[in-house]
């Protein structure tokens, strides 16, 4: 069931757009894609010069959350579940995003955008794997 008090298009909209431009501008400038897996995973083995950009753009994301407290109320956040089953989660989704060799920034925004046959194939499955998965323990395990 949709919650119609909570569908909000127009923020939707913008967040879609200033996500369009930051990956087209760092594809541009830096001849990056912006796969955040990638990204995080390039400074653990990391290549000289590589270093200010990724700390940089890691820094934005961890700081967009404080700094749009100051323009507003963030959302609430309600997560259903416990944190070791989260902490599950994030590994098996980390294990995914090496076997498919990215995540769904990678794939999902850039590499559809540039029209890769490869990305394509990968956000079908990693999107039709995760409503499978979700109906499944709805319906399935309650």
Known sequence: MIDWQSFTPISAFGGGMVIGLATALLLLVAGRIAGISGIVGGLIGLRKGDFAWRVAFVGGLLLAP???????????????????????????????????????????????????????????LFMSMGMAVVYFIRHSLG
């Open 66 to 124: 404080w700094l749009w407290r100051w323009l507003g109320e963030l959302p609430p956040v309600h997560i259903e579940t416990g944190h070791a089953l989260l902490a599950l989660a994030g590994l098996v989704v980390g294990i995914g995003t090496r076997y498919g060799s990215g995540c769904t920034s990678g794939h999902g925004v850039c590499g559809l955008s540039r029209l890769s046959p490869r990305s394509m194939v990968a956000t079908v």
